[in-house]
């Protein structure tokens, strides 16, 4: 089921306004949330969407390592047309959008995912940024999983970081996306 919905989820929408999102769902992300430019110290953020096994999103939540609040509640805008035709009703799924920075020259340590989890897809980038906060070279050093993402190396180099100092600085943008289904009875 996981495989057949994430396709109609990934459209690219703010998760942190002022920002492009990495392939993640639709939605209105907490005002709180706003931020005109990424920090340049580690960072994360992520949308999960819970779904009902006829594809319907049931609810969505926003955290991130940048927002005052841990946790907040997200809207998913528009509908997983083409869910599979026969749900099962005692079936949910969660679907995650992730991405997380790291700076540093070294790629980041592959994320844990917790039990059941089933990674979908996987991106690492290589980033390079200029004094200003500019994304000035981009290149994806590792892909993994069955799902394309739709957040490559034209959506960050469209990126803006708050810079600490004008020296230059590189980091890793790694994009995830991961799913858990559940039966109950």
Same mark, same amino acid.
């Given at each position: 089921?996981?495989?057949?919905?994430?396709?109609?989820?990934?459209?690219?929408?703010?998760?942190?306004?002022?920002?492009?999102?990495?392939?993640?769902?639709?939605?209105?992300?907490?005002?709180?949330?706003?931020?005109?430019?990424?920090?340049?110290?580690?960072?994360?953020?992520?949308?999960?969407?819970?779904?009902?096994?006829?594809?319907?999103?049931? /609810?969505?939540? $926003?955290?991130?390592?940048? +927002?005052? #609040?841990?946790?907040?509640?997200?809207?998913?805008?528009? *509908? @997983?047309? =083409?869910?599979?035709?026969?749900?099962?009703?005692?079936?949910?799924?969660?679907?995650?959008?992730?991405?997380?920075?790291?700076?540093?020259?070294?790629?980041?340590?592959?994320?844990?995912?917790?039990?059941?989890?089933?990674?979908?897809?996987?991106?690492?980038?290589?980033?390079?940024?200029?004094?200003?906060?500019?994304?000035?070279?981009?290149?994806?050093?590792?892909?993994?999983?069955?799902? /394309?993402?739709? $957040?490559?190396?034209?959506? +960050?180099? #469209?990126?803006?970081?708050?810079?600490?100092?004008?020296? *230059? @600085?590189? =980091?890793?943008?790694?994009?995830?996306?991961?799913?858990?289904?559940?039966?109950?009875?």
């Amino acid at each position: 089921m996981l495989r057949s919905i994430v396709p109609l989820l990934l459209v690219a929408a703010p998760a942190v306004p002022g920002t492009s999102a990495p392939a993640l769902p639709s939605t209105s992300a907490p005002a709180e949330a706003k931020a005109s430019a990424l920090s340049v110290d580690p960072w994360w953020e992520k949308i999960t969407v819970t779904m009902t096994g006829d594809g319907k999103a049931q /609810g969505c939540k $926003y955290e991130s390592s940048l +927002a005052p #609040a841990p946790t907040q509640d997200c809207n998913v805008v528009g *509908a @997983a047309a =083409g869910a599979r035709a026969a749900p099962a009703k005692s079936e949910y799924s969660t679907i995650t959008f992730e991405r997380r920075f790291n700076p540093g020259g070294a790629p980041p340590a592959e994320a844990l995912m917790q039990k059941g989890d089933k990674l979908l897809g996987r991106q690492v980038m290589a980033l390079a940024i200029d004094g200003t906060g500019k994304v000035g070279a981009c290149k994806v050093v590792a892909i993994t999983g069955e799902t /394309g993402l739709d $957040y490559g190396c034209e959506e +960050a180099t #469209a990126e803006r970081f708050e810079p600490k100092s004008a020296a *230059a @600085a590189q =980091g890793f943008m790694t994009i995830m996306v991961y799913g858990h289904t559940e039966h109950v009875v």
